[in-house]
């Protein structure tokens, strides 16, 4: 064969397809100039990659156009298995480019979901102070394939958050992103993280996923939404800031999680009596791992409501085979904590406390005493 030969081009269209679909869009498009037979096959890769628009000679006036014709410049018949827009907007251009960038992405997602797409990424980042997401257009997305979406950086309102329209989506992770909106709910979500979220400050929004298999709430900001239909999950993270206690009066209307076997919790369930730590205890009977991340305690979290006191009604985690102590130290809250399990009659083999990285004999109550952490 001679050494010119080009055998890329022969291999099977599939095949230089999938190799597309791993390069950035503008890159896969530029591919149209090797050779007459490659004039066509960015417009069926199975996955399109967009970043930007920093960097871009125009900005959004010269980026949103070409995403545009990208996306409406697709074969038809050609499957859409994920599409990930991975965005830097720099708006010092102008006053008008909020809105001018805000119209091109909303036709970017409504486009993607009706060429079928299964996995759809939208993470913005947008350099402006104060911090300006993009927002979404206040209807709902609509769309029979979609499986997964990721929200990142934008700013949701009670249309958009309506996920009831997409009845195969799985799997959801909302970040850094401003909820506006008094409901989210979806009843096929069986995955869901949010994270990094601002949250109304006079309001709680009601959230309903009765699919629920595993939630992550971490760091968000505002008032704690309600929590609806956690009663299936399996695999439960639950994180805030101290201070958002209500949480812990919440529990109170929660029957028990018949299903739940993996529990981390971090930060708020430590309250004055370690009441939602008990609850968890005593509502979760298949419990098999508990994961509790302990920092620093704020000394006025409120207790739950009502007369229960933790210790006195039986405690159903039964199955549980092993409790993890993440924290900065041993202090007297951990040590609380121990005595509680220790109650409970959770034996101490099954105790793992883990302080900055390093994990400490559970010989006995004294060694835990005396252990000083620098």
Known sequence: MASGADRISNLPDVILHHILSLLPAQDAVRTCVLAQSWRHHWRSTPAVRVAGCTGWAGGVYTFGPFVDGLLSARRGGAPLESCDFELDV???LGP???PKMQRHVNGWIRRALRRGVRDLRFRVSVSSTPRLPLTL??????SEHLTRLELVGVQGNAGVLDFSCCPALENLVIEDCDVRSLEMHS??????????CLFYSNNRTWMSFPSLVSFE????VGRVPVLDSLTEATDLKLSAYPDLYVFNRDLEWCPTFSKLKTLVLGYW?????LSALVWFLRHAPLLEKLTLKYLKVDNNLTKMGGNDKPLEQPIAASNLQIVEIKCKGVDGIVLEILEVLNDIGIPQEKVRVQVSGRKLSMNSHDSLCNCHVP
Do not use: C, G, M, Q
């Open 90 to 92: 720099d708006l010092d």
């Open 96 to 98: 008008y480019d909020v």
């Open 137 to 142: 257009e206040d209807r709902p997305l609509v």
């Open 187 to 196: 009843p096929s979500v069986k995955h869901l993280r949010i994270r990094y």
């Open 217 to 220: 709430f971490i760091t968000n």
């Open 269 to 273: 369930f430590v309250s004055a009596d």
